[in-house]
């Protein structure tokens, strides 16, 4: 408010000296020349172009005082090591997803996505009014990292399949191209997940080197080609129900700022989070609906037996990461109670409504 | 811009004459203090929460300059007659639901809720990122009114009923308190809804003047106080599945505010929306549970077969109306194309997903 003040007692004529451009003021008008660096390839739909949106909106918002720089990932710090890069302050921002940090933070990977775990609007519920922000914010603290929810995808497709897979034994010794908690719940089945790059995607599945990736959705699938080198395009996304992506900011660069510029991050984030997974609701259909009809992709359903079964394989992964790791298992606990009571709201609600939009029996789902 | 420039000359220490402070630094510098009209009651949680939220928010990241005074309903205009005051720009904002304005504007009821429509999160994609949203200005355009999405109460539950509803016949001349389009669903089941503002409802359920009545959800509705009056509360909330809440502008003054300030305005918007959404998700568990276990409330699903004509009945009402009113018809079309290809998204994540939670077989929804 000071510097407010003070303009407005230049603007009613009072200046009658110096003194009054000293102090505050001055602070107050600072400007901030801020970098951000993502994880994602440049002209990336939704992802790059959502970071870019944000910085654009920031500026405009806060008229001019914070300006912010977007790169791409490797323009100016490899993709995966932005968090380093504004862990130590090279870059104040950084947007990505929080699982890609699961080998130095194996509890990350509960504020992007967990196999069978909440979805968008539940990951929403959780993050923003269930106390799991706060919990982000406490597993990011020993890092100087402050993480905000910035993007979701939505329900992801379950991937990309050489041969269809009818039953558990199918998954057997196929290498897939599926990372973080996904690939070790795929591994229990049998599968050999490969950790690969999305420009490597395409060329290891066309030559059989993989038998079968996941990516994101059908929007992005259909601009990676995958349709040329597999034909089987498994649902649901079982792995990745609601993976939100995240705003890292350097702490000491956010504890720098002035409050109205804070505020200013803050809702925008918010408004990027619900952008993002607009664009992908809207747009996702027509990008299935062109895999089917143009490129004449099966889209399938993973078989009941073997959702069940990889069901029981995800329980089995927690535990043993949870073991392993006490912030893991402190912060499992809490999305588990969230997810359960979760689970519990939305049988009267979401659930119960799809139900009614079909013409099934009641307590079939 | 200008303003920044203006500034930054000062503290720089080159002031020189008077003539700095004229013209365009001044008029960037102007101050806005606007009112905003709500249709809830004082203190009422979540909704006029939220709206007091937004319009702190919008004061500190404005700096200020944005300062928005917030009257609950009744407070400075009747709750129903904001709309002529931000028409009439007697107060800048409001915020309360489209559907509200049914009477002058038939097809604002699509930017609310639609019984058997689109949830919150088909919705927002349809509002954001699906052309709704440029309809719904176009629909408010003759009245001098600028919509913003703001807020969403998530799947509502179905109502409070006095006695149980086994069959299509229990509806048979029941009087209920339930609005709008799904009123008139009812009133071809038999119900006789009835019209009542949120204060009278207790009163008139606990007496028998009404058999039964639609609230929001367990978080308000247990505030309401209505389990001492009906003991079956039903579910899903067919006749809305995703009600969007809106704040409404009066399009002069919104031109005669700064883009930074316009901006500003709209984010903060999209932040609120989600942030309402989240807090429902979060809060209606615990609430329904107290109802259940305190209150002894019975939870119940309405039978299948009642749901299924219902839905029958929404059609007939959506075409009846569409018969009478051209710019209803034509966002109707609209509404029901995004809604066709949101469902078809649907089927292969959001519901495809619900139903790999659940240890049943594929087809079954």
Request: hydrophobic letters at 45%; charged letters at 20%; glycine letters at 10%.
């Amino acid at each position: 408010m000071k510097r407010r003040q003070f303009v407005k007692t230049l603007g009613a004529g009072t200046l009658l000296g110096g003194s009054a451009f000293s102090g505050a003021g001055a602070a107050a008008e600072q400007r901030f020349n801020w970098k951000l660096v993502t994880t994602w390839p440049p002209n990336f739909p939704v992802f790059q172009d959502g970071v870019e949106r944000f910085a654009k909106d920031v500026r405009r918002m806060s008229d001019g005082r914070l300006n912010i720089q977007v790169f791409a990932g490797g323009e100016l710090v490899p993709p995966l090591q932005s968090f380093e890069a504004v862990s130590q302050g090279t870059v104040e921002m950084g947007h990505g997803a929080a699982y890609y940090w699961a080998g130095k933070v194996p509890a990350a990977q509960f504020f992007t996505a967990v196999p069978f775990g909440l979805n968008a609007q539940g990951m929403n519920a959780w993050l923003y009014s269930g106390g799991g922000l706060k919990l982000w914010r406490e597993v990011y603290e020993p890092f100087g990292l402050t993480p905000f929810p910035m993007g979701n995808t939505g329900v992801q497709m379950g991937g990309w399949f050489r041969k269809p897979i009818k039953s558990l034994a199918d998954l057997k010794g196929l290498k897939m191209r599926i990372p973080g908690l996904g690939g070790k719940v795929m591994a229990k089945a049998g599968v050999n997940p490969v950790l690969l790059a999305g420009g490597e995607i395409f060329t290891a599945l066309d030559r059989g080197t993989i038998d079968a990736t996941e990516w994101v959705g059908p929007y992005h699938d259909l601009r990676l080609g995958l349709y040329r080198a597999a034909k089987h395009y498994y649902y649901p996304g079982w792995h990745e129900p609601g993976p939100v992506l995240e705003l890292i900011i350097n702490s000491k660069a956010w504890e720098g700022l002035p409050r109205e510029l804070q505020l200013t991050i803050e809702t925008a984030t918010a408004a990027s989070n619900l952008w993002m997974l607009s664009e992908f609701e809207a747009r996702n259909l027509e990008a299935l609906r062109t895999l089917q009809e143009k490129y004449h992709v099966e889209v399938l359903e993973f078989p009941s037996d073997v959702l069940a079964a990889l069901r029981e394989f995800a329980d089995v992964v927690l535990d043993e990461q949870a073991a392993k790791d006490e912030v893991f298992r402190r912060v499992r606990d809490a999305y588990r109670a969230f997810q359960a009571d979760n689970a519990a709201w939305n049988a009267v609600s979401e659930t119960a409504y799809a139900r009614s939009l079909r013409k099934i029996k009641v307590g079939m789902l």
